[in-house]
Nanobody, 127 residues
Framework: QVQLVESGGGSVQAGGSLRLSCAVS????????MGWFRQAPGEEREGAAS???????????TYADSVKGRFTISQDNDSNTVYLQMDSLKPEDTAIYYC?????????????????WGQGTQVTVSS
């Protein structure tokens, strides 16, 4: 059974940083794609970043233009945790952030491709 549990959200001032964590279980030793998505109130869900995880290789990464250069997705294989390091945060980054997974290689940042989702963690950036 796949389980994804996010943590690390909170409130921060513009220009600050946060690191989100996603504890992953039940995916197994197979190629899969991890993604981070976000949804602001009244807005559509947006893909932020993805990371391709193969049996013997991690990468490549993909980022939305809105976060490129500020966010970094990474994985700690020992703890089965995927991170989203968020730097230079802006008020428009305020949203609920979700991690998600699908089997196979990453293709796009469309949420419809991801079959399993965490419960989300709130990120609030004040100006």
């Amino acid at each position: 059974q796949v389980q994804l549990v996010e943590s690390g959200g909170g409130s921060v001032q513009a220009g600050g940083s946060l690191r989100l964590s996603c504890a992953v279980s039940g995916v197994g030793y197979t190629t899969h794609c991890m993604g981070w998505f976000r949804q602001a109130p009244g807005e559509e869900r947006e893909g932020a970043a993805s990371l391709n995880i193969a049996v013997h290789n991690v990468g490549p990464t993909t980022y939305a233009d809105s976060v490129k250069g500020r966010f970094t997705i990474s994985q700690d294989n020992d703890s089965n945790t995927v991170y989203l390091q968020m730097d230079s945060l802006k008020p428009e980054d305020t949203a609920i952030y979700y991690c998600a997974v699908h089997w196979g290689n990453c293709r796009t940042l469309r949420g419809t491709e991801f079959g399993y989702w965490g419960q989300g963690t709130q990120v609030t950036v004040s100006s």
